[in-house]
């Protein structure tokens, strides 16, 4: 097969594949971008809920008089589940509960005083669920709905689009070359847009192949598998749902599992021993038996230690450091990371939502361009 022949194949690929899924790609891209900061934006936004005020020579309260202070300000149907603390002293902390949810309730560490609920606002939410369901979740995780299974094949079908268009970018000539990694603004609208369609399509390729193909390991079990087959994972099929805890108040204690108790004042001491263990750290979350630790400050990455403790005395146990954890189990922070584009902080994130924005107008670009060339004006 000649070179002109190939280029008129993948030319011919690339739009009858755009042209039905152009639109959906653009939602996807577009939901996408919303998504990179919005944590960066919450923490502007509620700044009340992430930043503290540390009163001199103060420090934060034990985990036991610490959970007191909370259970005294809310209702007595909650339940302390886990609490985390920042390695920033101008954080707040962190309280979860085994009845609320996913949500947070933020909790100045020095005076025990309630800052408020912690949970994604309604403009994030409508757009994760735009962008992984096409506003149609699934019943529960794990199950497929039509909106995911759009997006799934959509995304699929993206990754050949891109490489299409790839193969049918690459230039003849230098001269070509050098009018292919430009925008020009002077020679009118017909050739600004198809430099946009071009060129910055040509930039925002390799960061939206690889969106394209983490985020195809949340739309398709089989691809998952293969995915973390080829980075040396094997997927562990999840585990069935815990019981949830159900506690009452008991001076300090509150009722697990087949009635035994759990005493607060067990973190107290945890708590010591993580800090014996660790000089700094970016967060510890204290749970029901074991504390997970987020041992470098300066890591974008979710890795994480996990300490057992003795829910009796609270003396430590065994540590399970994130390396010696099975690799399907830290694939999937990895694949996260870069799907997302946390996993270089500000500069990468920065960088995944222009490639998003750039995605989100390529199809706009390509429909324009191609009714250009069928219709004329």
Not at 125 to 152: F, I, N, Q, Y
Not at 191 to 208: E, K, N, P
Not at 280 to 305: A, E, F
Request: hydrophobic share 40%; with cysteine; glycine share 10%.
């Amino acid at each position: 097969m000649s070179c002109m022949t190939a280029r008129k194949l993948f030319a011919k690929i690339h739009l009858w594949l755009s042209i039905p899924l152009g639109l959906i790609i653009s939602v996807i891209c577009f939901s996408g971008a919303m998504l990179v900061f919005e944590k960066d934006i919450a923490g502007l936004l509620h700044r009340e809920l992430y930043r503290v005020e540390v009163p001199d020579g103060a420090e934060a309260m034990r985990p036991s008089e610490l959970a007191r202070r909370v259970m005294e300000q809310m209702p007595d149907t909650l339940r302390i589940s886990a609490m985390q603390y920042s390695g920033r002293s101008d954080e707040a902390c962190m309280v979860s509960f085994a009845n609320a949810g996913r949500k947070s309730l933020s909790v100045n560490p020095y005076t025990g005083q309630v800052n408020g609920w912690v949970e994604a606002s309604t403009f994030f939410s409508t757009m994760r669920k735009l962008h992984r369901w096409l506003l149609d979740p699934p019943p529960s995780k794990g199950e497929k709905s039509a909106g995911k299974v759009v997006v799934g094949v959509t995304t699929l079908i993206m990754v050949i689009i891109l490489v299409s268009g790839v193969a049918i970018w690459v230039p003849r000539s230098y001269r070509a070359m050098k009018n292919r990694l430009g925008v020009s603004v002077s020679k009118g609208w017909r050739r600004f847009w198809y430099d946009v369609h071009v060129s910055l399509g040509f930039y925002a390729t390799i960061f939206l192949l690889v969106m394209a193909l983490t985020g195809l390991t949340w739309s398709f079990g089989w691809y998952r598998d293969a995915a973390y087959g080829l980075f040396g994972g094997v997927r562990q099929q999840p585990s069935a749902g815990h019981a949830s805890v159900t506690a009452v108040r008991n001076g300090g204690k509150t009722a697990g599992k087949g009635g035994e108790t759990f005493s607060y004042a067990v973190w107290d001491k945890a708590l010591d021993g993580v800090k014996d263990m660790y000089v700094k750290y970016k967060s510890v979350k204290l749970g029901r038996g074991n504390v997970q630790v987020q041992p470098d400050p300066d890591s974008h990455m979710r890795k994480t230690d996990t300490v057992a403790f003795d829910t009796e005395t609270g003396a430590l146990d065994k540590v399970t450091a994130y390396g010696e954890l099975p690799r399907s189990q830290t694939l999937k922070g990895w694949f996260y990371a870069f799907h997302t584009g946390s996993w270089g902080g500000m500069l990468t994130k920065t960088l995944y939502f222009l490639a998003a924005l750039i995605g989100g107008l390529l199809p706009l670009t390509g429909y324009y361009l191609w009714l250009k060339k069928r219709f004329g004006k």
